[in-house]
């Protein structure tokens, strides 16, 4: 018995997955865009326009040392409650309402890809 199905439908899988993992990236850069790149600038140094105005240190988001003291579920409540649902800054607004669950996910996920 010939199994010439095997190769393609294991070829359609991993495209599949490359696909949705992509989609991932691109949902959680948008997201990410929209609702954080104002303070924590476009690579996740702090450096947003917004931080020049305020004259506020905002988080660096890059520092894989520092974001290592963050759960999924801390930033998860960060973002969705705001800075000061953990202790941090009330500056860093809730963005529940603003972005949905699965954005706010996929934020995190984006956020992880800026870390060095």
């Known amino acids: 018995m010939k199994r010439t199905w095997i190769v ?3 070829v359609t899988v991993l495209l599949v997955f490359l696909m949705t993992g992509l989609r991932a990236q691109s949902d959680g850069r948008a997201a990410y865009n929209k609702a954080c790149v104002k303070c924590h600038g476009t690579e ?3 450096d947003g326009p917004a931080a020049k105005v305020i ?3 905002m988080g660096d ?4 040392a520092k974001m290592a003291q963050y ?3 801390k930033l998860y409540k960060m973002i969705s409650e705001g800075g000061q649902a953990i202790g941090k800054s009330k500056i860093m607004l809730p963005q529940k309402g603003k972005l949905s669950e699965s954005e706010i996910k996929a934020v ?3 956020i992880k890809t800026l870390q060095k």
């Open 55 to 57: 004259k506020t240190p």
């Open 108 to 110: 995190i996920a984006h």
């Open 8 to 10: 393609p439908s294991l």
């Open 44 to 46: 996740g140094k702090g």
């Open 71 to 73: 759960s999924d579920d």
């Open 61 to 64: 988001l890059t520092s894989k």
